[in-house]
């Protein structure tokens, strides 16, 4: 079961790039990594996911290593609205790896 | 796509009442779907997996006599909390995914917000 390591808070400032780690050092060969951003009070939405390298959608990259035991978000020229709880989780689909939240990383932006 | 919609978004209800709260797939088909729990300023806590057609499995703890799951369709699961009383409000979230193949994400309802009185 391969757990999470994510910073608990960021603080940032409009228009900055955030970058947020997350240490997964017993992933599995078959796992993939998948990022959820939580507002308050909403359930958690989906925002990227990956194997290996990187991925690039249009709201978020996700760099991962050769050796995929750390994965980094990264958002770009962040606003207010970004302002959430972000959760790395790493498993195999519906396996009890992918189900299983760790604290997740708090980011606010500010003004 | 893939959205899933949880109902009610919220309910107040007085001790001893039981409460149901479903969880809609609304374009796809969820052969899986999840409850969690979370409570506030904590991570989401994994309760049950509810598989179309079978029993529900309940996580270490989850007493399934108290939240009792049923997952009638491919498109509907159902959170029902029986006797409910003040230690169980808390916020529920359901999701569900399409296949259990290695590449699909879950999709999340927004939650339910239970407070009993």
């Known amino acids: 079961l391969a757990k999470t390591t994510q910073p608990i808070s960021m603080d940032s400032y409009e228009g900055q790039e955030v970058n947020i780690t997350c240490s997964h050092n017993?992933?599995?060969?078959?796992?993939?990594i998948t990022w959820y951003q939580q507002f308050p009070s909403q359930g958690p939405r989906f925002i990227i996911q990956?194997?290996?390298t990187k991925v690039t959608n249009e709201v978020a990259s996700l760099f991962i290593p050769a050796d995929r035991k750390s994965s980094t978000l990264s958002l770009p020229r962040v606003s207010l609205s970004d302002t959430a709880v972000y959760y790395c989780l790493v498993g195999e689909g519906g396996s009890q790896g992918n189900l299983i939240f760790g604290k997740g990383t708090k980011l606010s932006v500010k003004p | 796509g893939a959205v899933v919609s949880q109902h009610p978004s919220w309910v107040i209800c007085k001790s001893g009442t039981s409460v149901k709260i479903e969880c809609r797939s609304l374009?796809?088909?969820?052969?899986?779907m999840f409850w969690y729990r979370q409570f506030p300023k904590q991570s989401l806590m994994l309760m049950a997996t509810s598989n179309e057609g079978s029993k529900a499995t309940y996580e270490q703890g989850v007493e399934k006599d108290k939240f009792l799951i049923n997952h009638a369709s491919l498109t509907l699961s159902t959170l029902t909390v029986t006797s409910a009383h003040p230690e169980d409000s808390s916020f529920y979230i359901c999701s569900a995914i399409a296949s259990l193949s290695s590449n699909q994400p879950q999709h999340f309802g927004d939650g339910t917000r239970l407070s009993i009185l």
């Open positions: 374009d796809f088909q969820a052969t899986t």
């Open positions: 017993n992933i599995a060969t078959n796992d993939y």
């Open positions: 990956g194997y290996k």
